[in-house]
C-alpha cells in the first residue's frame, strides 16, 4: 500500500481533476448507501410482514371453538327459494287409462288434477322448453313432485315438477 501512495504522491494531477474524482467519489458513496437502505428497509417490511402472519395464523390456531355465524344469517322470506320439498320421487312401472295417474317404482299411486301444477316456475325456473318435463306421463319415466298428504293412497300431486325418460325422452 505504501508503494501506491508514493506513486501516487509522484503524480501531479490538476486541481480540477482532484475535484471532479473527488466528487464522483462522493456521488458513488451516496448510491451505495441507497442502495444499502433500500436493502435494509426491505428486510424489515419482511420481517414485519412474516411477523404479522405468524401473529394471525397463530391466533387463529389457538382459537378452538368453532366458528359461529349465525348473527351473520339473513333471511329473506320473499326471496326465491334454492330448492324445493319432493315427496313424490321414483320411475313410473304403471300408467292408469286416464293418463293421469300412475303408480311409481316404489309404490306409491300418484293421481294428477287440474289443480295440480307442472314444471317449474318462479323467477328463478329455467325456461319451459329446457325443463326436463314431457307432454304425457309414461312408463319408465323419472318423477319427481311434491304432495300436501303423503299418507293418501292414491296420493293427490300438487305440483309435479319432473317428468323425464333419459333412455327416450320425447317434447
Known amino acids: 500500500m505504501s508503494d501506491y501512495k508514493k506513486v501516487m504522491n509522484q503524480v501531479r494531477a490538476s486541481e480540477e481533476f482532484k475535484s471532479k474524482v473527488q466528487k464522483e467519489m462522493m456521488e458513488y458513496e451516496k448510491k451505495v448507501k441507497r ?33 359461529d355465524l349465525t348473527e351473520r344469517i339473513v333471511v329473506d322470506n320473499s326471496g326465491p327459494a334454492a330448492s324445493a320439498v319432493v315427496n313424490i320421487d321414483g320411475v313410473i312401472t304403471k300408467v292408469g287409462e286416464d293418463g293421469l ?36 306421463f309414461r312408463v ?3 318423477i319427481g313432485g311434491f304432495t300436501e298428504d303423503t299418507s293418501a293412497d292414491p296420493v293427490t300431486a300438487a305440483v309435479i315438477y319432473t317428468n323425464w325418460n333419459f333412455e327416450n325422452p320425447i317434447r
Request: net charge negative.
Open 140 to 142: 319408465g319415466n323419472l
Open 35 to 67: 442502495v444499502l437502505m433500500k436493502k435494509i428497509s426491505l428486510l424489515v417490511g419482511s420481517l414485519v410482514a412474516c411477523a404479522v402472519i405468524s401473529v394471525v395464523v397463530l391466533s387463529n390456531i389457538n382459537n378452538n371453538g368453532a366458528l
Open 101 to 136: 295417474s300412475f303408480k311409481l317404482d316404489n309404490g306409491i299411486e300418484v293421481v294428477v288434477t287440474d289443480e295440480t301444477e307442472l314444471g317449474i316456475d318462479g323467477p328463478t325456473a329455467p325456461p319451459k322448453e329446457e325443463q326436463l318435463f314431457e307432454p304425457t
